[in-house]
């Protein structure tokens, strides 16, 4: 988009064309900066961040919406993105503006209440980069700007108000392997950012930008060089394509000071091509928000064999365990086990787990530490097939749980039944290309199984499931919770979003829309009425699953692709 420079926001606006109807001067104005206090105590009316707030709930007070109410809930407006693929990106909102992204990094300001868009940034892509994932996960909100990470492993920061560029900074060379997805985590003055690119030989790393320049603060790699701390769990030179690549954003403790991110997998994929514990893959690093600092770890599991990336990040909940509450970490993993840890200053300490799905490879785990002992046949090795459940797309792959404080219960989006097998093969590192050294994978569904997907209710003080609903298909839906006492999530190729009670699990709503939904829902309020938004567009890893789910089951689920940001309203 080209953008005139003059003094005035609203006179830019003009020029361009794009000031809507029904959005005046004093909305723009008055929209209010994205401070840190806001951050830390965002007003229920705003989704200022990713999951809304630090501790990643994905959780709004907002209580208009209710399980007497909700069947009256009715589209109120609606807007093409022109884009297909996977629309993964919350629709953001600060003060009735809302903002959010798209495949091949489009960002959109939008009139939260009537739809009208106020600007549209494009990013102009190089020709020759290749695009595995090519999704994104939205923007964060800081001060006057709006930061997006881009598929070309670049940090962008816009105006807020008139979508200018103000600065870009490359994070790492695209040529090598390296892009991004994730959402920016805003903290103190600084952008915090992961890369991903696991497949291709990188090594991961989080980065923090200062807001206002976009110079680098700090850079903490996600696998050590040698002489550094877990550098001995790394193989020869392995460690420099060793992957651990980081794709969604983090949490953050403000009383420690301290962002909690998970990393993905190790690369190769085979552990056999570096044997060893690989540090810091797959695990949860606990980071020094200032600088940088690695403050604790925790691994969920060693030498990954499975493409089980741990990359959703723990959310910070209080948990009552044998009297005592303490400050935790809870994370449904990617290789099916839900952990709880205790979170401290400078430590993280394993307190339970336990598997939420079907999982044949873990035979034990220490009761210290965590540690996980393996079921040898159920282990990819080089040149010798595995066949492990839950599958690689995970027991939850990177869609987000939420947690309700109301009914004090987390909401998992699960996959159940789904099993793969693969080998590992030799592989030679090329920069930017498949790193992967894995034979083709092979999907199955276990024998007498009736179902895929599910939505699970965990109560984390009894470590009990308390209800779970069932879908026939793949469920990649991330999951909303509401002080109404409702879930809001999709994730299923019948196209269906729907709402349930929080409570017990019933269906109470459902709509279907124009694609599967992907997309991480939000809520939000503008002149006392509650909105609840979603983008659909389906693709990426959830297309090429069902698509393997289909093939087995000789059937055919066909879901159009094309994004549309939908927006709904009891009336």
């Known amino acids: 988009m080209k953008i005139v420079k003059v003094g005035s926001s609203l006179l830019l606006a003009a020029l361009v064309g794009l000031l809507p109807a029904g959005l005046s001067a004093q909305n723009i104005d008055t929209m209010r900066d994205v401070t840190d206090e806001r951050l830390r105590n965002p007003e229920p009316e705003n989704w200022l961040q990713f999951r809304r707030s630090y501790n990643g709930w994905g959780y709004s007070p907002l209580a208009q919406i209710t399980p007497a109410n909700v069947k009256r809930l009715q589209p109120v407006w609606s807007l093409s993105t022109g884009v297909t693929e996977g629309h993964q990106s919350p629709p953001m909102v600060n003060d009735g503006i809302m903002y959010i992204t798209t495949p091949l990094n489009i960002v959109y300001a939008i009139n939260a209440a009537t739809g009208a868009t106020l600007w549209q940034y494009k990013r102009q892509l190089p020709f020759d980069l290749s695009l595995l994932h090519p999704t994104n996960r939205g923007v964060a909100l800081y001060g006057d700007k709006v930061y997006m990470a881009t598929s070309d492993a670049m940090v962008v920061a816009l105006n807020a108000r008139t979508g200018a560029v103000v600065w870009e900074k490359p994070v790492e060379d695209y040529k090598t392997g390296y892009y991004m997805t994730m959402a920016p985590l805003a903290v103190n003055g600084k952008i915090m950012v992961g890369v991903s690119g696991g497949e291709r030989g990188i090594r991961g790393f989080v980065a923090a930008l200062d807001a206002t320049t976009g110079a680098q603060?700090?850079?903490?790699?996600?696998?050590?060089?040698?002489?550094?701390?877990?550098?001995?769990?790394?193989?020869?030179?392995?460690?420099?394509?060793?992957?651990?690549?980081?794709?969604?954003?983090?949490t953050y403790d403000p009383e420690l000071n301290t962002t909690y991110w998970g990393t993905?997998?190790?690369?190769?994929?085979?552990?056999?091509?570096?044997?060893?514990?690989?540090?810091?893959?797959?695990?949860?690093?606990?980071?020094?928000?200032?600088?940088?600092?690695?403050?604790?770890?925790?691994?969920?599991?060693?030498?990954?064999?499975?493409?089980?990336?741990?990359?959703?990040?723990?959310?910070?909940?209080?948990?009552?365990?044998n009297g005592r509450t303490f400050p935790a970490l809870v994370h449904a993993g990617r290789n099916g086990y839900l952990w709880l840890l205790e979170r401290k200053a400078d430590a993280i300490i394993f307190i339970?787990?336990?598997?939420?799905?079907?999982?044949?490879?873990?035979?034990?785990?220490?009761?210290?530490?965590?540690?996980?002992?393996?079921?040898?046949?159920?282990?990819p090795g080089m040149g010798r097939p595995g066949t492990y459940c839950p599958s690689l797309s995970g027991g939850k792959n990177w869609t987000p749980a939420a947690y309700s404080p109301q009914t004090e219960l987390l909401y998992i989006p699960a996959n159940e039944?789904?099993?793969?097998?693969m080998?590992?093969?030799?592989?030679?590192?090329?920069?930017?290309?498949?790193?992967?050294?894995r034979t083709a994978t092979v999907s199955t569904i276990r024998e007498g199984a009736d179902h895929i997907g599910e939505l699970q209710a965990w109560n984390m003080n009894t470590g009990e499931k308390v209800w779970t609903h069932n879908y026939d298909m793949a469920n990649w839906g991330p999951v909303l919770a509401t002080g109404g006492g409702l879930v809001f999530s999709g994730g299923t190729a019948d196209r269906f979003f729907r709402a349930f009670d929080a409570s017990t699990g019933e269906v109470l709503w459902q709509e279907r829309l124009n694609s599967g939904i992907t997309g991480v829902p939000t809520t939000f309020e503008v002149d006392g009425v509650q909105y609840i938004a979603i983008q659909s567009g389906w693709g990426v890893d959830a297309s090429r699953m069902q698509a393997r789910l289909d093939a087995i089951q000789g059937r055919t689920n066909i879901v159009p692709q094309g994004g549309v940001v939908w927006v709904f309203a009891v009336e």
Request: net charge negative; hydrophobic share 35%; glycine share 10%.
């Open 423 to 437: 080998a590992g093969e030799p592989v030679e590192y090329r920069p930017g290309q498949d790193f992967t050294g």
């Open 417 to 421: 039944n789904y099993c793969s097998t």
């Open 217 to 250: 603060v700090w850079k903490t790699y996600t696998v050590p060089a040698p002489g550094e701390p877990g550098s001995e769990t790394w193989p020869g030179d392995s460690w420099k394509t060793g992957g651990a690549p980081v794709w969604v954003t983090g």
């Open 264 to 321: 993905g997998n190790a690369g190769p994929w085979i552990g056999d091509a570096r044997p060893g514990d690989n540090l810091y893959a797959n695990s949860v690093i606990a980071l020094d928000a200032d600088t940088g600092a690695l403050k604790a770890y925790h691994q969920y599991h060693w030498n990954d064999s499975w493409d089980w990336d741990e990359v959703s990040p723990p959310m910070l909940i209080d948990v009552q365990r």
């Open 352 to 379: 339970d787990a336990k598997p939420f799905v079907y999982q044949n490879v873990f035979t034990a785990i220490d009761a210290i530490t965590g540690r996980p002992e393996y079921n040898i046949d159920a282990k």
